[in-house]
C-alpha cells in the first residue's frame, strides 16, 4: 500500500501513522520527496483497510497495490484450477461445461423430460432451483427438499451432477446427500454467514454468482470467505448486472470473464438467462461466452415456457436449447474447445 500525505501535512503527523503502522507489525518504506511526503506499507496487507488510514490527519491518498483477496488471486495460483464435480465431471480445463435446467423445479415428470433433452444434447448438470429467492412472497417458493430429491433421482438416470440454490446455511446438511454443487445466488453473494458456513461445512463446488450491483473485486472477496473458511471449490458466475438500461434484465458484463481470468485462477460460467431476461437472446451469448473464453455456461430450460412457475420468459425451449447446442459444437470446433 502507498499513503500520499497531504502537502500541507506535518511531521508530527507522518510520524503518528508510520508509528502506528509499526506497531501493528508493518515495516515501512519511505519514498518522500523535497515537496511531497509518501511512504510504502510492506507486509501482509490484507487485514488492511485503506479507507481506514485515510482517517489519519494529513492523510491524502492510500493507494492499495496488492490485491485485497489472497487465495483466489492469480498471484497466489498461476495455473488455471481446475475443480472436480463428479465420476470424472471437471470444470475449469479444456472443456466448455453446459448446465442445463428449469428456474424451478416443478415435478418429476417435466423434469426428467428437461433432463433427457438436455443430456441427449451434451449438458452435464441438471440446473433447478427448489429453493427460489423471488422478489415477491407470494410468487412460487419452490418444492423445497422434494425438489432436491427429484433432481438428483432424474440426474441420476441421465448420469447428471447437479447444481442447485442454498439460501440459507441451516439447509447445507439437508442440501449435501443431494446436490454435487451448490449455488449461492446473486441476492446472497454478500451474505458472508452464508459464505463462511459453507466454506467450512463441505467440500463440493460453489457456483458463487455475481452480485446484482457488486464489482469484481467484491465478489473475489466473496469467493474467498469460502476459499478461508476451507473450501478452495468456487466456480464463479457472472450473471448479468444492474444498470441504467431497461430493455434487458440485466446487462451482461462480457469482459469480467477475461477481468477474472487475468485476476483470479477460479473457473467462470456465464449465466445468459439471468442476464438477458429474454430466450430469443439466449443461443447467441452463450456463443459469445464461448468466444471469450468461459469455462462453461447455465441456462435455463422449459418444455413449455408459457406455463413454466417461474422465468418462463428467459427459458429456452427444448428444440431451441437442441439448436443452441449444435451451434456451440460447431463454434467449440474452431475454438478448439470441447463440449
Ligand atoms: C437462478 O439461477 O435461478 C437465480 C435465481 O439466479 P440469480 O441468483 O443469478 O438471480
Ligand atoms: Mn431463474
Known amino acids: 500500500m502507498i499513503v500520499q500525505m497531504k502537502p500541507q501535512a506535518t511531521r508530527t503527523e507522518f510520524d503518528r501513522i508510520t508509528a502506528f503502522l509499526i506497531q501493528k507489525g508493518f515495516e515501512i518504506k519511505d519514498v518522500s520527496s523535497q515537496n511531497i511526503m509518501v511512504f510504502g506499507i510492506i507486509g501482509d496487507t490484507k487485514s488492511l483497510n485503506a479507507t481506514d488510514l485515510e482517517a489519519f490527519e494529513g492523510v491524502s491518498q492510500v493507494t492499495r497495490v496488492s490485491t485485497p483477496y ?6 497466489f495460483k498461476k495455473t488455471d484450477s481446475i475443480i472436480k464435480i463428479r465420476n470424472g465431471l471437471e470444470i475449469g480445463g479444456d ?13 418429476y415428470e417435466n423434469t426428467y423430460e428437461i433432463a433427457k433433452r438436455a443430456k441427449a444434447s451434451g449438458a452435464t448438470v441438471l440446473r433447478g432451483g427448489a429453493f427460489k429467492p423471488r422478489t415477491s412472497p407470494y410468487a412460487f417458493q419452490g418444492m423445497g427438499v422434494e425438489g432436491l430429491e427429484i433432481l438428483r433421482k432424474v440426474a441420476d438416470e441421465f448420469d ?3 447444481v442447485s440454490e442454498i439460501m440459507s446455511e441451516d439447509m447445507i446438511e439437508a442440501f449435501e446427500p443431494y446436490v454435487d454443487i451448490y449455488q449461492i445466488g446473486a441476492r446472497n453473494m454478500q451474505n458472508f454467514h452464508l459464505l463462511k458456513q459453507i466454506g467450512a461445512r463441505t ?9 446484482l450491483s457488486s464489482t469484481i473485486e467484491e465478489w473475489l472477496m466473496s469467493a474467498e470467505y469460502i476459499m478461508a473458511s476451507g473450501n478452495p471449490n468456487v466456480i464463479l458466475c457472472e450473471r448479468g448486472i444492474r444498470t441504467f438500461e431497461k430493455y434487458t434484465r440485466n446487462t451482461l458484463d462480457i469482459s469480467a470473464v477475461l ?23 439466449i443461443e447467441k451469448l452463450s456463443m459469445a461466452s464461448l468466444a471469450v473464453g468461459a469455462d462453461g455456461i447455465i441456462v435455463e430450460i422449459h418444455p ?7 422465468d418462463g420468459a428467459q427459458s429456452l425451449k ?3 436449447f437442441d439448436h443452441m447446442m449444435d451451434s456451440l459444437k460447431k463454434l467449440a470446433e474452431v475454438l478448439d474447445k470441447e463440449i
Open 70 to 75: 489472497k487465495l483466489a488471486s492469480r498471484s
Open 95 to 107: 472443456k466448455f461445461i453446459v448446465m442445463a435446467g428449469p428456474c424451478s423445479v416443478e415435478s
Open 160 to 162: 447428471m451432477a447437479v
Open 203 to 211: 467440500q463440493k463446488p460453489i457456483l458463487l454468482k455475481r452480485g
Open 259 to 281: 477481468a477474472i481470468q487475468e485476476l483470479s485462477h477460479l473457473p467462470v460460467v456465464i449465466d445468459p438467462s439471468h442476464a438477458a431476461g429474454k430466450y430469443s437472446m
Open 304 to 310: 413449455d415456457p408459457e406455463h413454466a412457475l417461474s
Open 318 to 320: 427444448l428444440d431451441k
